[in-house]
């Protein structure tokens, strides 16, 4: 109940017009650094900070936040239309969201994406309200191993993106793997696989390998023939622009799943929104009864990875505002202004600053409501960008990906890493190589080998650090089941086909 | 500086619009963002250029990290103060260049020898990178403007942890060499340093646990995956509040003023005394009428009650300003002992 | 189709073998007991030899392959090509044209290439995706794309 009462207080902080107009302000700042291809929210607000000077600090953050959370949204607008997911948790939305942009239901597709955005973020919410500190202590038990077992999980949950070949999808998975391989070795100080270029010290940034195997390598097939696809043809007027209601609410299952695990995963410092929305889609694939149709267009694709980066958002805020934590680079920038307005997020923030957290977490609800409305209201102009004449749009797409490739870290070197990208996509495509397993690979290539090596640090070497933890050992047996289980269910389907038949 | 950046915002979106409808066959609409554009112009205008002649145009501040670390919070404020007091006609613009410990960043700085427009948060860090093999432009090949600030470092236990003071630790880690963890964020980064001087002091082997980033550290010390953590004060300065970490002792001549409990290494017994700073350096040969400029504007920052108060004091630094030459003799000063530490941790790959 | 996958089957074989060479000889295995930086090196090497060789296997095995695989139509083959090229110039570009010239040609010269014959639609389209770039992501964005020599 006093949390109850807190919140109400927060919402009539938030809900005060100069708050709204500038949670409104942050939320569509917000939206179109999203749909930016490559700048992400990070950057989106560092960027966005300096205007922020001068004002309340309440103000501030709610405008901040509003940035945030609109570009989670907004990374789905161009992964959508053009095949460049706008931030990286968008990636898996590209996978289901194009394909129906191109069977001219791009409309459906937004309105999918906007409303389980929407249910996404909302539970979110609702669990940052009622549940932050004891979450956030929760979350304090994953250490290396646990990481590591997640992140193992990660990969095994895989077999649900492979695609038709399971051959084929491991190819990518170790090629993806290879890549990640690329860096400096955070043991040894040894940089592997960079052949003294400065700039791979890092390691190779999933981002601009993203924005080359999808939105260059698009743009390739597309110049195979200069006929507009199916898109042009279909009408764009507003009857069409939205899915019934039927076919939209039975997305629930999708929505629920989505939510949960990417929430889950938000809350743990480090994971993020990118590999919850991952989760949630092979999930989501590996629980369907038509997992053939994933990945050419199908509504629950969008569905489960859209409620789970947004849920993983709010999540990832839980060790922010609890413990004063930063769980992602954005969190990090956001704690950074939160200090340049004179507040201590630690775990005493609630205490000291009440006012403060609940405002920011109450403006979060009008951003999020404030958001649906604005995507379903701009829908019909989204669409028209595919009416755009093939001639223009895709050398358009081209500069907007490699522009926003450079804006990741502001080095050419990422825009040669997206070009090459381009061409083996498109050959990837061509040979029926699905491509997201790499990307998967590559985002969770490095963590994993970080978490591992780091587990043995702690143990001495012993490799029982993975087994004799409970969480840690909670989870290999889920890895190991997400392997097991698709194979049985795939077995016994075949085996029911052929009985009945 | 703000409304221009909201104005320009405005712009772009109406052209972007018009551009999208123009596109689509929608002719009609074409017409009226043609109306605003005079706006454009604005901006530009509203800036009255002062009669000095540098700056002319808009500078370029790269942060050689991403955008929510220590850097880049240096970075962003150092432009906050300058914008909020109108020290410098012409803004500054941050640019993160992350990667290689730094060192992509400094070498983009250090290939524009004699450009005057580009500067570059410096840190200890930086220096160190080109001696474990990142990077080959020593601190040798840019021009110091001004340091500004030093940071700590503190090690810090867990509230639960059995021990209570330096002694206990050095206890433990002697009765079972490099088995007691200490959290770290990088092999040969300063906290690295620090830890591998107490080794060498004290005669023990910790055990080192190179996370990421502070947060990281924190995150883990918090969990109680580790036994210890050396942080940043301002990394750890909520839960040192909140009663969760135990500060146990501070690598510095002097005690802290914030946390006056807690003892230095020296009184210890222990001679470890370590402060990594943070500070702003030009490319080779910068001009000279430059780097003054930025002097001035960067003692200016350095004594602005702002910056005080909420950089200096929010995160436990020391308020260190030292111009150019003089921030010059402290790198050279400070060099050797710094070789001696990374050899000492083994990262040394220098010439 | 066929040849096609062999050749994609060897490469990945080849980079499998070398990512378990380099564990050989360029980097540690092990490091005090614990693994080093050329652990995980092996394994995923050993994982990519494996996998390149069923792959291998299965495209020799199998003997329908779809047809058209690949667009046959010369005019295609250009386009992709001249997209890609485009962009490649359109990088090397940057730092000599600087960001505004170089994204005007790009757009003026593949527009007009795809087939839009209209100089006004080509000049708008040019100078309109520069501006925009100018605006969102230099202006507003601050994103420092490359100046050129004539200093914009």
């Known amino acids: 109940m006093e949390t109850l009462q807190l919140l109400l207080q927060g919402l009539s902080t938030a809900l005060t017009p100069i708050n709204v107009l500038m949670a409104t302000i942050g939320v569509i700042l917000g939206a179109i650094i999203g749909a930016l291809p490559g700048i992400g929210s990070a950057t989106g607000v560092a960027v966005l900070l300096p205007i922020t000077y001068g004002m309340n600090p309440i103000t501030a953050v709610i405008l901040l936040a509003g940035v945030y959370y609109g570009a989670m949204y907004g990374g789905s607008i161009s992964a959508i239309l053009i095949n460049a997911p706008g931030d990286p948790a968008a990636v898996m939305t590209s996978l289901d969201g194009h394909p129906l942009a191109q069977q001219g239901r791009a409309g459906h597709a937004f309105t999918v994406a906007s409303g389980s955005s929407f249910i996404g973020g909302t539970f979110g919410i609702i669990m940052l309200t009622f549940l932050a500190p004891s979450l956030a202590r929760w979350a304090l038990n994953f250490g290396p191993p646990e990481y590591f077992a997640l992140m193992v999980m990660g990969l095994t949950t895989l077999t649900g993106l492979a695609g038709d070949s399971p051959i084929k999808g491991l190819i990518s998975t170790f090629f993806g793997l290879m890549l990640a391989m690329v860096g400096l070795d955070i043991v040894s100080g040894v940089g592997r696989y960079t052949y003294g270029v400065l700039e791979l010290l890092d390691g190779i940034d999933f981002l601009p390998v993203v924005m080359g195997l999808f939105g260059v390598a698009e743009v390739l097939a597309g110049m195979e023939s200069m006929a507009y696809g199916e898109m042009i043809t279909s009408k764009v007027g507003l009857r069409n622009m939205f899915p ?59 569905a489960a990875p859209e409620a789970a980066n947004n849920a993983a958002s709010a999540g990832a805020m839980v060790p922010l505002l609890a413990l004063g934590i930063p769980g992602s680079a954005t969190t990090a920038v956001l704690l950074g202004a939160f200090m340049m307005y004179g507040l201590r997020p630690g775990p005493l923030l609630f205490a000291q600053r009440p006012d403060f957290a609940w405002a920011a977490i109450a403006s979060m609800y009008v951003g999020n409501i404030l958001l649906a409305i604005m995507i379903i209201v701009f829908i019909p102009l989204f669409v028209r960008v595919l009416l755009t004449p093939k001639n223009i749009l895709m050398p358009l797409i081209i500069v907007i990906t490699l522009v926003g490739t450079f804006s990741i ?6 825009v040669w890493i997206a070009l090459i990208f381009g061409v083996i996509g498109y050959l990837f495509k061509k040979l029926k190589i699905p491509a997201a397993p790499l990307v998967l690979a590559l985002v969770l290539g490095p963590l994993a080998e970080k978490t591992m090596r780091l587990s043995l640090m702690l143990s001495q070497g012993s490799f029982s650090i993975f087994f004799t933890r409970p969480i840690a050992l909670v989870l290999m047996i889920a890895a190991f089941a997400a392997l097991v289980i698709p194979i049985i269910i795939q077995l016994r389907a075949s085996r029911s086909v052929k009985n009945g038949s | ?58 500078i370029e501040m790269t942060v050689p990290y991403s955008p929510g670390g220590g850097s880049d919070r240096l970075g962003r404020f150092i432009v906050k103060v300058i914008e909020q007091n109108n020290l ?36 200890t860090g930086q220096m160190t990178a080109p001696m474990t093999g990142m990077g080959t432009y020593s601190w040798r090949d840019f021009t110091p403007i001004a340091r500004l600030a030093l940071d700590e470092f503190l090690l810090l236990v867990h509230k639960d942890s059995p021990y209570q003071s330096l002694e206990e630790v050095l206890e433990a880690a002697k009765q079972k060499p490099g088995e007691f963890t200490v959290g770290g964020t990088a092999l040969g980064a300063e906290d690295n340093m620090v830890v591998g001087m107490l080794e060498n002091a004290a005669g023990v082997d910790f055990n080192y646990i190179p996370f990421d980033s502070g947060g990281e550290v924190n995150t883990n010390l ?40 807690v003892p230095t290494a020296k009184e210890l017994g222990y001679d470890v005394t370590f402060q990594m700073f943070r500070g702003v350096v030009g490319p080779k040969d910068m001009p000279e009428e430059a780097v003054k400029t930025m002097q001035e504007v960067l003692k200016k920052v350095s004594e602005d009650a702002d910056w005080q108060e909420n950089y200096i004091k929010r995160n436990m630094l020391t308020s260190a300003y030292l111009p150019g030459e003089e921030f010059g003799a402290y790198m050279a000063k400070i060099e050797p002992g710094l070789i001696d530490v990374l050899k000492a941790i083994g990262v040394y790959k220098g010439k | 189709m066929k040849k096609a996958e062999i050749i994609t089957a060897l490469i990945f074989l080849a980079l499998g073998v070398y990512f378990i060479t380099t564990s050989y000889t360029t980097y540690q295995y092990l490091l005090d007991n614990k693994p080093g930086p050329g652990f995980l090196p092996r394994y995923i090497g050993w994982g990519m030899v494996t996998s390149a060789a069923l792959y291998l296997m299965s495209t020799l095995r199998q003997t329908s392959f779809p047809k058209n695989w690949f667009p046959t139509d010369r005019a295609a083959h250009l386009r992709i090509l001249t997209i890609i090229s485009g962009g490649l110039a359109m990088t090397l570009l940057l730092d000599i044209l600087g960001t505004f010239l170089s994204v005007a040609l790009f757009m003026g010269i593949l527009t007009w290439y795809l087939g839009n014959r209209s100089i006004l639609a080509i000049i708008g389209v040019a100078i309109g995706t520069s501006l925009v770039v100018q605006f969102i992501f230099i202006k507003w964005l601050m994103i420092p794309l490359p100046s050129g020599i004539l200093g914009f």
């Not at chain 1, 019934?244 to 809350?267: M, P, Q, T």
């Not at chain 2, 969760?244 to 914030?258: A, G, H, N, S, Y």
């Open chain 2, 1 to 58: 500086m703000k409304r221009s950046r909201l104005l320009v915002l405005v712009i772009s979106l109406v052209l972007v619009l018009s551009m999208l409808l123009v596109a689509s066959g929608c002719g009609t609409q074409a017409e009226e963002p043609k109306e605003e554009e005079p706006q454009a112009s604005e901006p530009a205008k509203e800036e009255e250029k002062e009669t000095a002649a540098w700056p002319q145009k808009p």
């Open chain 2, 222 to 261: 918090m969990g109680k995956q580790i036994d210890s953590g050396i942080f940043n004060p301002n990394e750890a300065i909520g839960a040192i509040e909140s009663g969760d970490f135990r500060p146990l002792v501070v690598f510095r001549e002097e005690r802290l003023k914030d946390l006056p409990d």
């Open chain 2, 88 to 123: 410098l006609p012409e803004p500054i613009q941050v640019v993160n260049k992350p990667g290689g410990s730094g060192s992509v960043g400094s070498t983009y700085v250090a290939q524009n020898p004699g450009d005057a427009y580009k500067i570059l948060t410096f840190i």
């Open chain 1, 409 to 414: 870290r502001n080095n050419l070197i990422d």
């Open chain 1, 244 to 302: 019934k209601a039927r076919e939209f609410f039975s997305l629930w299952k999708a929505w629920i799943r989505g939510a949960i695990i990417g929430f889950a995963i938000g809350v743990l410092p480090g994971a993020g929104a990118t590999m919850a929305s991952f989760m949630a889609y092979a999930t989501e694939k590996n629980f369907s009864r038509t997992p053939q149709r994933f990945g050419k267009g199908h509504l629950p694709g969008v």
